[in-house]
């Protein structure tokens, strides 16, 4: 059964209880309903889940990322934020390996990319670029994670902007080494992200 992201957890209790456990899990902390799995009775055969690849129907960020923002088309996130993907997506592990030399290698199978953005504040004071979650997505369905270190012409996420200030620069991401296709999203209030192209 598929629950959300996965949380192994290990349980003690008395030998006589261990055939009445049942194991319980929500795929979103605020949800009501829950999956039961009943642990008691040993099973013959793992059936693997089918591998899901890109966009999946039915689910509730597919039309948006269907349909994202295409590079330089300036697009509204939240109340008081505007961004633009500015270029392409490009390969820049070489050009960040050669920018500081405590900066390490992606891991195996992976590599440095960078997007070029502009972040344009229109609140009533002050704000910061790293107030507006980023995140990317492959045709894996698995968001990227990792550091890239110091980054040529990073986009400086904690300078302080305001009422039409704008930030440009590079944003780094370490993505897989397969060439597949990869899509920003973005979140200044936890209501739903705004996606963006980045080829």
């Not at 949380?7 to 194991?23: E, K, N």
């Not at 009422?163 to 936890?190: H, N, Q």
């Amino acid at each position: 059964a598929l629950v959300g992201a996965h949380d192994l957890r290990i349980v003690f209790a008395p030998i006589d209880q261990a055939g009445t456990f049942q194991l319980f899990g929500k795929g979103d902390f605020f949800a009501d309903e829950g999956v039961y799995m009943e642990l008691a009775t040993p099973t013959t055969a793992v059936e693997p889940m089918t591998y899901l690849a890109g966009p999946q129907p039915g689910a509730a960020s597919t039309a948006a990322r269907l349909a994202p923002a295409a590079i330089g088309v300036t697009t509204e996130v939240g109340a008081d934020w505007q961004i633009t993907v500015t270029g392409a997506a490009r390969d820049i592990t070489a050009d960040v390996l050669a920018e500081n030399t405590f900066n390490s290698p992606p891991p195996p199978g992976f590599r440095f990319v960078g997007i070029d953005m502009t972040f344009t504040y229109n609140g009533a004071a002050s704000a910061s670029p790293a107030t507006v979650s980023i995140g990317s997505v492959g045709d894996d369905n698995v968001q990227h994670d990792g550091y890239c270190g110091v980054v040529p012409g990073e986009l400086d996420s904690f300078t302080d902007l305001f009422a039409g200030g704008s930030a440009s620069g590079t944003m780094c991401i370490v993505v897989p080494d397969d060439g597949a296709a990869i899509t920003l999203f973005a979140t200044a209030d936890f209501n739903g992200f705004i996606w963006f192209a980045t080829s």
